[in-house]
């Protein structure tokens, strides 16, 4: 069976260097997948969940966003930041969850600060989300 090269790289590391058999990802379009074949493309990324297959196991990563590329049977992700569902530390996840709905109460959609708790409430709970899935 043919594969797909997959590369996920963040500032601070290199995460996946593999073959695998399929990747999905949240573009900033919509989530997507890709499999061997897939016609090239660029997409920026959303906050959400990356799941690959490779060896029949299924790999969870939470990411903040970044950039996808597919060309000819090889995907890069250039990612801000990123994390393998088992490498969450889920009790700061809850935490960062309940600061950025403290800062929410009472805020204005116009507020300044509005725009930073959402963005830090949705990373926490993509977080948490993908740490539930720790162990496949």
């Known amino acids: 069976m043919e594969k797909l090269y997959l590369e996920i790289i963040t500032p601070e590391r290199v995460m996946v260097r593999q073959d695998v058999d399929t990747v999905e990802a949240p573009g900033t379009a919509g989530e997507f997948g890709v499999l061997p074949g897939h016609v090239a493309f660029l997409s ?16 969870f990563i939470a990411t903040s966003g970044g950039f996808a590329e597919v060309l000819e049977n ?40 509005y725009d930073r708790f959402q963005v830090a409430l949705m990373r926490a709970i993509t977080r948490i989300s993908v740490a539930s899935k720790a162990g496949g």
């Open 44 to 59: 920026t990324l959303e906050h959400g969940e990356i799941r690959f297959i490779a060896d029949g196991g299924v790999r």
């Open 74 to 113: 090889r995907v890069t992700f250039l990612l801000d930041t990123a994390e393998f569902a088992e490498e969450v530390d889920v009790t700061r996840a809850h935490r960062a969850k309940e600061r950025a709905e403290d800062g929410l109460k009472g805020l204005s959609l116009e507020q300044e600060e």
